[in-house]
């Protein structure tokens, strides 16, 4: 059974880190690209970052460069998310993403609420 766990939400004030997990299970982590993607009531889910099988290869959207980093554990089975200086407009339902060719896996979400 595939499973995308996420954890790490919650709510935090404007300035701070938060970091983001996503526990793989069921598929072979190791073959699929990851991403995390995110969603508001307004908009429609983006893209925030993505990283390949390998690790060496990683993508941003413009507005989280320089301040989130995505990596991975293909030993552990594991992606994290690790943001810095959060600000009102990050907030959003995090979504973790497994994609291999034509197959994608995604998680339940977790909530990242930044306010003063």
């Known amino acids: 059974q595939v499973q995308l766990e996420e954890s790490g939400g919650g709510l935090v004030q404007p300035g701070d880190s938060l970091r983001l997990s996503c526990a793989a299970s069921?598929?072979?982590?190791?073959?699929?690209?990851m991403g995390w993607y995110r969603q508001t009531p307004e908009k429609e889910r983006e893209l925030v970052a993505g990283i390949s099988i390998s690790g060496d290869t990683t993508a941003y959207a413009d507005s989280v460069k320089g301040r989130f980093t995505i990596s991975r554990d293909n030993a552990k089975n594991t992606l994290t998310l690790q943001m810095h200086s959060l600000n009102p407009d990050n907030t959003a339902v995090y979504y973790c993403n497994a994609n291999y060719n034509d197959m994608a896996y995604w998680g339940k979400g977790t909530l990242v609420a930044v306010s003063s």
């Open positions: 069921g598929f072979a982590f190791h073959l699929y690209a």
